[in-house]
């Protein structure tokens, strides 16, 4: 069905930002409700963003006023701006597309 491809995590210093990028394919982007989440070692996966097909666009708690998510259309893709990171931000952070989820893509916040 859907297939999910996660980039643009990385190494990053506290204060800094990061814009990670979901790109799907297999199915017709349009009906795709998406979303980013993230884990940390030892903790539950957890809300970070979605957006549905809808236009609607919910944040979760833990990074709220840190975060923008956005979709683009015409190249399938889904965008998670993330701002002001601290070592606390440092997980893997996962694209979904309704119930399929990507390998996710590692974030470190480290100096």
């Known amino acids: 069905q859907v297939r999910l491809a996660e980039s643009g995590g990385g190494l990053v210093q506290p204060g800094g930002s990061l814009i990670l990028s979901c790109t799907a394919s297999?199915?017709?982007?349009?009906?795709?409700?998406m979303g980013w989440y993230r884990q940390a070692p030892g903790k539950q996966r957890e809300l970070v963003a979605t957006i549905t097909r809808s236009r609607d666009i919910t944040y979760g708690d833990s990074m709220a006023g840190r975060v923008t998510i956005s979709r683009e259309i015409n190249v399938n893709a889904v965008y998670l701006q993330l701002d002001r990171l601290t070592p606390e931000d440092t997980a893997v952070y996962y694209c979904?597309?309704?119930?399929?989820w990507g390998q996710g893509t590692q974030v470190t916040v480290s100096s």
């Open positions: 979904r597309a309704n119930t399929v």
């Open positions: 297999g199915v017709d982007f349009a009906i795709l409700n």
